[in-house]
């Protein structure tokens, strides 16, 4: 039963992203209905079953795209929206944010997630677990962030870009659009669009 004030939440994906989101949501102010999926295999379970795309409490359901690949999740969280729907921010209890940090609309932020002071983060970005987003970064939309990776103090991240698992990136760089950022590498000087470094220092592929 929906308790009073909370707000009833769908999660956009029912694979294992998503099941790391429903574990992050608080049911302190989110009822989560349960998933919307386009693949009917996906295991969920009986407390959040995977609901029809026209299942009657989506219309009043706000929502949180829970798909790793950043080009898929932008396309859902702008289907969304054009549909007038409302995404929801979702912080796991463990996370640790400044309050002078910048979170944007349907940003996830994983277990163990630091964001300093100033930071800005624009939407549907993934925070994924254990990341240091250090202060006065720049994280524009459709990003993720991969467990693991550390920003330095300064860094400006493009739309749609992937910081790799366990990456570094060295303070004040900029990174730009599109770019992917291989696991583990340490980014020493700035990176343009579109560009994928991998390695130490980080070099193109």
Request: glycine content about 14%.
């Amino acid at each position: 039963m929906q308790g009073a004030g909370r707000m009833p939440l769908v999660i956009l994906g029912a694979g294992g992203h998503g099941h790391v989101v429903a574990d992050s949501v608080d049911p302190t102010q989110f009822h989560l209905l349960g998933f919307v999926d386009s693949h009917p295999d996906q295991v969920t379970d009986a407390a959040h079953p995977l609901l029809g795309q026209d299942h009657p409490t989506l219309t009043s359901a706000q929502f949180i795209a829970a798909v790793g690949d950043n080009a898929i999740r932008r396309r859902l969280f702008e289907q969304w929206l054009k549909r007038g729907a409302t995404p929801a921010t979702i912080v796991h209890r463990s996370a640790a944010i400044s309050s002078k940090a910048e979170l944007g609309k349907g940003v996830f932020v994983g277990p163990q997630v630091v964001v300093n002071t100033r930071a800005l983060v624009a939407d549907n970005v993934i925070l994924n677990s254990g990341c240091v987003i250090e202060h006065d970064c720049r994280i524009a939309a459709h990003c993720h962030v991969a467990p693991g990776a550390v920003l330095a103090g300064g860094v400006s991240v493009g739309e749609q870009t992937l910081i790799g698992l366990g990456a570094g990136v060295l303070p004040g760089l900029s990174i730009g659009s599109r770019c992917i950022i291989g696991a583990g590498a340490v980014v020493v000087r700035d990176v343009h669009d579109g560009v994928t470094v991998i390695g130490i220092p980080a070099n193109t592929r």
